[in-house]
């Protein structure tokens, strides 16, 4: 059974930087496509990014310029680097494993102004 689990969540200020990680134990890791979603109180879960097998990768407009998405094959991770933070930022991040429709616990992001 595949999990997922994510970290580097935390509290920062408006500006600031946070690198989430997310952790796979699918041995077929490099060939999944991942991705990131976040879910802040009161929202629907909303799709922040991904990340293909061979390396491509989106972004929503709201993140376009200030998050990057990645991927550490050998390591089985999926990353995502978070600059210049603001206050809507603040949500529930979860990865994602599209290729088994699975989703990480969670790890929480709070951007305080």
């Known amino acids: 059974q595949v999990h997922l689990v994510e970290s580097g969540g935390g509290l920062v200020q408006a500006g600031g930087s946070l690198r989430l990680s997310c952790a796979s134990s699918?041995?077929?890791?490099?060939?999944?496509?991942m991705g990131w979603y976040r879910q802040a109180p009161g929202k629907q879960r909303e799709w922040v990014a991904s990340?293909?097998?061979?390396?491509?990768?989106n972004l929503a407009d709201s993140v376009k310029g200030r998050f990057t998405i990645s991927r550490d094959n050998a390591k089985n991770t999926v990353y995502l680097q978070m600059n210049s933070l603001k206050s809507e930022d603040t949500a529930v991040y979860y990865c994602?494993?599209?290729?088994?429709?699975?989703w990480g616990q969670g790890t929480q992001v709070t951007v305080s102004s």
């Open positions: 994602h494993s599209y290729t088994f429709s699975l």
């Open positions: 699918s041995s077929t890791f490099s060939g999944n496509t």
């Open positions: 990340i293909s097998s061979g390396g491509t990768t």
